[in-house]
């Protein structure tokens, strides 16, 4: 009865949902992806190198490397970019060190790890946000080095 | 013969249902009882007044006629009503294709937004790693949402001419 009295109404809400699911799949679709790279120094001394100053990571961010045995982690450099849907960038980490990012269909990436301009590591995953992928290694005195590659948005 | 018998024989010789010999038998009962011959002529009476009523009642149509107005009667009220043949409008046309549309959209929309907010996608499960570091790991730590690719690079060595983190400035 609602309908035969107010078939315009009606109609407008019809319109308008298919409206905002055009919008939405069109914004998902072209939608940049927010990422950030940091280059972080593991190691169990409670303080930077001499004359560094590095900051200590995030909570979250020490929270999820809690699989690893250091104590402190420090933030060397911190990189914040944006990738256009089915783009790739290439962001240097280090003078020696580059990683490439590429955005996948949906959640995916992949990640390319270059050490002084060769390929070293090449991962293929999701990276749903907040989810962070950890390419590391060791480093002098039994510290390390690690490139969290976040995705932030 | 029974007095019921005789009135019977009587009634039955008035239709004219008699064979010969019983009709001869009541001809002989008429001529030696007066009261028979009376009842015969009583019967007579009555038969001959009823004839108006047996004649049947005449339709003013044939009976065919009569039976089949009668069957196209039955028929009209089982068959289906006509359909509407006013024309349908159009804002109740493009009701009808979008309500299907609107509930996809809905269901679509709703997928997109959970997609989405929980960040799960189809290949969460598929790791493909290549490493050019034969000694390099892959750890999963779901729990922490994190997963560690563990190489050999750079060396320490790489790093052994510097201090301490200044290597990877």
């Known amino acids: 009865m609602r309908c035969k009295l107010f078939p315009t109404a009606t109609l407008l809400w019809h319109i308008a949902v298919v409206g905002s699911l055009g919008a939405s799949v069109s914004k998902a679709q072209g939608a940049d992806l927010k990422f950030q790279v940091q280059l972080v120094w593991a190691t169990d001394d409670s303080r930077p190198p001499t004359g560094k100053d590095y900051k200590p990571v995030e909570g979250g961010i020490k929270s999820q490397l809690r699989a690893l045995k250091w104590k402190n982690y420090f933030e060397v450099k911190r990189i914040d970019f944006t990738l256009a849907a089915g783009s790739q960038k290439r962001v240097a980490i280090s003078e020696k060190c580059e990683l490439n990012v590429r955005d996948l269909s949906g959640s995916n990436v992949e990640v390319i790890l270059f050490g002084r301009g060769k390929e070293v590591a090449r991962v293929k995953q999701a990276l749903p946000k907040g989810e962070i992928l950890v390419p590391g290694g060791n480093a002098p005195n039994e510290t390390a080095w690690l490139a969290i590659v976040k995705r932030v948005d | ?169």
Request: without cysteine.
């Open chain 2, 1 to 169: 013969m029974t007095e019921y018998q005789n009135q019977l024989k009587l009634q039955s010789h008035l239709d004219g249902e008699l064979s010969e010999a019983e009709a001869s038998e009541v001809v002989s009962l008429l001529a030696r009882d007066p009261e028979a011959v009376a009842l015969l002529a009583e019967l007579r009476q009555t038969s001959e007044a009823l004839v108006g009523f047996e004649d049947g009642i005449r339709l003013p149509e044939s009976r065919d006629f009569f039976w089949s107005k009668i069957q196209r009667e039955i028929e009209g009220q089982h068959s289906p009503a006509p359909e509407r043949t006013s024309p349908v409008p159009w804002s109740a046309r493009l009701r009808r294709l979008l309500m299907p549309a609107t509930g996809f959209a809905v269901v679509a929309l709703l997928a997109l937004v959970v997609t989405r907010e929980t960040g799960s996608g189809p290949a969460q499960s598929s790791v493909e790693t290549s490493l050019a570091d034969s000694g390099a790991l892959v750890y999963h730590d779901f729990s922490a949402r994190a997963t560690f690719v563990w190489l050999a690079y750079p060396a320490d060595d790489e790093f052994s001419e510097e201090d301490e983190g200044a290597g990877f400035e």
